[in-house]
């Protein structure tokens, strides 16, 4: 199994630009979300989703869109990169939203 | 007031020394508790849960004191592969993980 899968690792933008971040699971999990971690805050959760077809907002939806189409995707959308927005993003699936969380590697965003 | 809360340190600490951290909730209704560690740059993964009884996994005890509403993480034997973050991480039913700060844990030699 290969877990929880980030892509890209690192991407730089410039303000205004739109891009995707993916994520993917193989263990067919339920749950799964998107974090974001900034020096001082913590994890904060972007999106979230209890299956296929399903997604709500967490505490700081602004700027990101995601949806759930499969099982295993969990894309988030920058609809319009700010410098705000720079930041790491997790990613991170589970059986259920009570159970134990699998984090993928993360990516890391700069927005000029 | 953050609904978890954690002392963020850093606590520095020789090789072989006993740690402990503290988290405390605010939400009594909550009812799943996890220690998770974060190492520099990378993702954050479990390391215990925490049970209403207490629990031990190696030179790691995890305590939960559900009437003062705090957790805690006890490290024996420090080694320097202990030198991490270590978040605390607390659960209401039905709704998402809620993730303290962080703990930030350096073991020197």
């Known amino acids: 199994n290969a877990g929880v899968t980030q892509t890209p690792k690192f991407q730089v933008l410039k303000t205004g630009q739109s891009m995707t971040l993916q994520c993917a699971q193989d263990?067919?999990?339920?749950?799964m979300s998107w974090y974001r971690q900034d020096p001082g805050m913590g994890l904060r959760l972007i999106h979230y989703?209890?299956?296929?077809?399903?997604?709500d907002q967490g505490e700081v939806p602004n700027g990101y869109n995601v949806s759930r189409s499969t099982t295993e995707d969990f894309p988030l959308r920058l609809l319009s990169a700010a410098p705000s927005q720079t930041s790491v993003y997790f990613c991170?699936?589970?059986?259920?939203?009570?159970?134990?969380?699998?984090f993928g590697p993360g990516t890391r965003l700069l927005v000029l | 007031r953050k609904e978890v809360e954690q002392d963020p340190g850093p606590f520095n600490v020789p090789e072989g020394a006993t740690v402990a951290f503290n988290c405390t909730y605010s939400?009594?209704?909550?009812?799943?508790f996890f220690w998770y560690r974060q190492d520099c740059r990378k993702e954050p993964k479990l390391l215990m849960s925490?049970?209403?009884s207490g629990n031990e996994d190696g030179r790691f005890t995890a305590q939960l004191n559900r009437a003062s509403q705090y957790i805690s993480l006890l490290i024996r034997d420090s080694k320097l592969s202990d030198s991490a973050t270590y978040l605390c991480?607390?659960?209401?039913?039905?709704?998402?993980?809620?993730f303290g700060k962080g703990t930030s844990l350096l073991v020197t030699p």
């Open positions: 991480v607390v659960n209401r039913y039905g709704y998402a993980l809620n």
């Open positions: 263990m067919n999990h339920e749950y």
């Open positions: 939400n009594s209704a909550s009812q799943s």
């Open positions: 991170a699936s589970s059986y259920s939203v009570q159970e134990t969380q699998y």
């Open positions: 989703s209890v299956g296929a077809g399903i997604t």
């Open positions: 925490v049970y209403s």
